[in-house]
């Protein structure tokens, strides 16, 4: 299978400059893009439908939010997989992240293997 080609939207520089070489090292990924708020995520994975496989979105955002996001994008006939990676994985959350189009939501404290492993089962959706 070949390696997912991701889309980080991420707002925190901390947090993406160690999960970006982790994902690179642990699944193989190619990171296709980066964006750190909502408006420039949902143009950026519009504008290249077919260029993203897996969509790693964080909840709290620079402007806007991961639920915006996820609810954008829901309905645009994206076939590509989205999931949340973020400290706040309570219930209420993964059910509301689940109900604006989440695939997936992993707790960045406690679910870091799933998560791995989650994106390294991920492959081309063309």
């Given at each position: 299978m070949a390696a997912p080609r991701i889309f980080i939207?991420?707002?925190n520089p901390t947090i993406r400059?160690?999960?970006i070489p982790t994902l690179e090292d642990l699944t193989d990924a190619e990171i296709v893009g980066l964006a750190e708020g909502e408006d420039e995520a949902v143009r950026w994975m519009q504008s290249h439908s077919d260029g993203w496989d897996l969509a790693i979105v964080d909840l709290f955002l620079r402007q806007g939010s991961?639920?915006?996001?996820l609810r954008r994008l829901r309905n645009?006939?994206?076939r590509?997989?989205?999931?949340v990676l973020t400290n706040y994985a309570t219930a209420d959350m993964r059910r509301r992240c689940s109900d604006?189009?989440?695939d997936r939501v992993f707790d960045k404290s406690n679910?870091?293997?799933a998560f791995f492993d989650y994106c390294n089962a991920q492959g081309p959706v063309r």
């Amino acid at each position: 299978m070949a390696a997912p080609r991701i889309f980080i939207v991420e707002d925190n520089p901390t947090i993406r400059d160690s999960l970006i070489p982790t994902l690179e090292d642990l699944t193989d990924a190619e990171i296709v893009g980066l964006a750190e708020g909502e408006d420039e995520a949902v143009r950026w994975m519009q504008s290249h439908s077919d260029g993203w496989d897996l969509a790693i979105v964080d909840l709290f955002l620079r402007q806007g939010s991961g639920l915006g996001v996820l609810r954008r994008l829901r309905n645009g006939g994206a076939r590509q997989r989205m999931v949340v990676l973020t400290n706040y994985a309570t219930a209420d959350m993964r059910r509301r992240c689940s109900d604006a189009g989440a695939d997936r939501v992993f707790d960045k404290s406690n679910d870091l293997d799933a998560f791995f492993d989650y994106c390294n089962a991920q492959g081309p959706v063309r």
